[in-house]
């Protein structure tokens, strides 16, 4: 078999392009920096350098491809970046399409569960879960136009397939993605962790799933590939206390959400720049996205680690990659 991967230096993708690789699958690596990136290094791959939202750059692969994991994304938790959102995940998304079906190639596209309705404590939401209540942030608004691109066109005869996946932390983030809470947090925690919850999993388990995918979703197929349900304070506690260092408190509570949203929205117009702490982040992190995987662990045989391992192995790999000091 022999796949294509879009954003194949991100975490996502190189944890796809690394196990593709352990299961004999030839790989297409697909990045802006594919030729010089130092996460594709002495890996066995074809790479193209390539930009996604340019169709000319992308259709430049030579021989067929089996299958494109396209996960590519512009990621960003805030208000600003919007055109370049859309430009990216929906222009990007549109030619991923148009690239897999040149090939007859199915396509295994990667949503994130920021595009489907939320639960709550009580009720854990999934694939079917009607309703909405995510923030309309450049990224769930962006993630979204380009599901829409997808959905049109299984509509229309193509094969692909949605994956939604949660919180990712494990090893390969090179830039780092997820993994830069686990920097922030190697030192100790602020006083007072997000209100919130997520579903965290590791890259790895997601990168099987979507390879099996490949061949035993059916067309059409959407698979949320989420993990453990935890609290924004329990994380926090279990990241800090692997680094023995100072634990959060307590909670953000609603006044000091608004007070530090609107300080890092103020902060953005007087810089001209975002920071990461702005409203929509602060809001998204107060909220419980909480998921269940049932559907893909039923036909993907989707495997879910302990939250605890992922995080060590993120922390060792970061080590290895002098990240974070020994």
């Known amino acids: 078999m022999r ?30 920096n594919a030729s010089s990136a130092l996460s594709l290094k002495n890996l066995n791959v074809e790479k193209l350098d390539a930009d996604i939202t340019q169709w000319e750059s992308l259709d430049r692969i030579e021989g067929k491809i089996d ?72 990224y769930v608004v962006s993630k979204r136009a380009a599901e829409q691109q ?67 979703a059916p067309r059409g197929g959407r698979y949320v590939l989420a993990g453990e349900n935890w609290t924004y304070f329990k994380l926090w506690q279990e990241i800090t206390r692997q680094f023995a260092s100072r634990l959060p408190w307590t909670s953000l509570r609603r006044p000091g959400q608004i007070v530090a949203g609107c300080a890092g929205d103020l902060l953005g117009k007087i810089t001209g720049k975002e920071p990461l702490i702005n409203s929509a982040a602060i809001a998204m992190a107060s909220q419980f996205h909480w998921y269940s995987s049932n559907l893909a662990m039923d036909q993907l045989d989707y495997n879910i680690r302990p939250v605890e391992q992922s995080i060590a192995d993120a922390i060792a790999w970061m080590r290895d990659q002098k990240m974070i000091a020994t």
């Not at 954003?7 to 004999?24: E, F, K, M, P, S």
């Not at 997820?178 to 922030?184: Q, Y």
């Not at 962790?193 to 999993?201: E, K, L, M, Q, W």
Request: aromatic letters at 2%; glycine letters at 10%.
């Open 3 to 32: 796949i294509a991967v879009t954003g194949a230096t991100g975490l996502l993708g190189n944890n796809v392009t690394r196990l593709a690789l352990d299961q004999g699958i030839q790989v297409v690596a697909i990045s802006r």
């Open 67 to 138: 299958a494109l994991i396209h996960s590519a994304a512009h990621i960003h938790i805030g208000w600003s970046q919007r055109d370049q959102g859309i430009q990216t995940n929906k222009t990007g998304t549109a030619n991923a399409i148009r690239l897999a079906q040149k090939h007859g190639a199915r396509l295994i596209h990667v949503s994130t569960v920021n595009t489907l309705a939320i639960g709550s404590r009580e009720r854990i939401a999934d694939e079917q879960t009607p309703g909405d209540g995510q923030i309309p942030c450049t």
């Open 150 to 216: 997808v959905t049109e066109a299984i509509a229309n005869g193509s094969d692909a397939v949605i994956v939604y996946p949660g919180f990712m932390l494990g090893p390969w983030d090179w830039k780092p993605s997820s993994g830069r809470m686990i920097l922030d947090l190697r030192k100790g925690a602020p006083p007072l962790a997000p209100s919130g919850g997520c579903s965290i999993c590791d890259p790895r388990d997601v990168a099987q799933a979507m390879l099996r995918a490949i061949d035993r």
